[in-house]
């Protein structure tokens, strides 16, 4: 079983930043890829950014890219989402996620087997 906790979601204006981070316990965090979804009202759950448990390479919407960076800390079992050039389109509760079956897509949110429980990000117009 993976436990997931989501941290560091509020309000922000446009142009501001913030940083998500999730907290994993559990299972083998470092053997894991690990994932960052957004859903807006209204909307389905999206992905936003991803990242590999062995290399670490990473993977990004084209809307956050250049704006977002996803890192890992295998040794503290986390994973940030550093937000930066917030947009009002980036309003959404944001979601990690974790893959532990070394396979689909992680750009597909039914890869992951395991989520946390959100946290909320809004940015001001």
């Known amino acids: 079983q993976v436990q997931l906790v989501e941290s560091g979601g509020g309000l922000v204006q446009t142009g501001g930043s913030l940083r998500l981070s999730c907290a994993a316990s559990g299972r083998a965090f470092r053997r894991y890829a690990m994932g960052w979804f957004r859903q807006a009202p209204g909307e389905e759950r999206a992905f936003v950014a991803a990242i590999t448990w062995s290399a670490g390479i990473t993977y990004y919407v084209d809307s956050v890219k250049g704006r977002f960076s996803i890192s890992r800390d295998n040794a503290k079992n986390t994973v940030d989402l550093q937000m930066n050039s917030l947009k009002p389109e980036d309003t959404a509760v944001y979601y990690c996620?974790?893959?532990?079956?070394?396979?689909?897509?992680?750009?597909?949110?039914?890869?992951?087997?395991?989520w946390g429980q959100g946290t909320q990000v809004t940015v001001s117009s």
């Open positions: 996620a974790a893959n532990l079956r070394y396979s689909g897509s992680l750009y597909s949110a039914a890869a992951y087997d395991y």
